[in-house]
């Protein structure tokens, strides 16, 4: 794979988003579902683009809008995906901290949740290793196919990306 970037997803790619997430993962959406995200938190949504501009990877990305007396504004991750010929170039953990960043900078996220399943080995690696997210609670039976998620956050607090891994794109 050639040339890929990292921008802020636009409503025109929510059909290209759609067609990946079928593609990468069993956790599928209506269309309705990825243009709420799109419409309500503009800028927190991001696409990996090839070359061609295709969309060969996406960080679904909201603010949780439920929240209760006393909760801080935080951003919750929906779903990511990147192609399969596209994996191991570190385009997920871009994807995700261009996410992080957007919660900071446009909506004033004090931190970011997320759920994955206990089985994926690889995605919690990344989320755990990589970006420096910690298991909160293990939610049982989340998924439909009835497995266990583990619910983990990652809190903004003096957790400011350095400069180096943000000038790499």
């Known amino acids: 794979p050639t040339m890929v970037s990292i921008r802020p997803a636009e409503i025109e790619d929510m059909l290209q988003i759609q067609q990946c997430n079928l593609h990468c993962l069993p956790e599928n959406y209506q269309m309705k579902y990825f243009l709420y995200h799109g419409l309500s938190w ?9 070359h061609k501009g295709r969309v060969v990877g996406y960080v679904l ?4 809008d439920d929240l209760k007396e006393g909760d801080v504004p935080h951003g919750h991750i929906t779903s990511l995906a990147v ?6 170039l570190g385009l997920a953990q871009k994807l995700m901290l261009a996410a992080e960043v957007a919660m900071k900078q446009l909506y004033a996220a004090e931190y970011v949740s997320l759920h994955v ?27 439909a196919d009835g497995e266990d ?21």
């Open 42 to 50: 503009p800028g927190i949504t991001h696409v990996a683009e090839d």
């Open 61 to 64: 990305a909201k603010m949780e």
């Open 117 to 143: 399943r206990e089985t994926n080995r690889a995605a919690f690696t990344l989320y755990n290793r990589a970006l420096k997210f910690e298991i909160s609670e293990v939610e049982k039976k989340y998924y």
């Open 83 to 88: 192609q399969r010929s596209y994996r191991r």
């Open 149 to 169: 998620a583990y619910a983990m956050r990652k809190d903004f607090v003096d957790a400011a990306v350095p400069k180096a891994t943000l000038s790499q794109s």
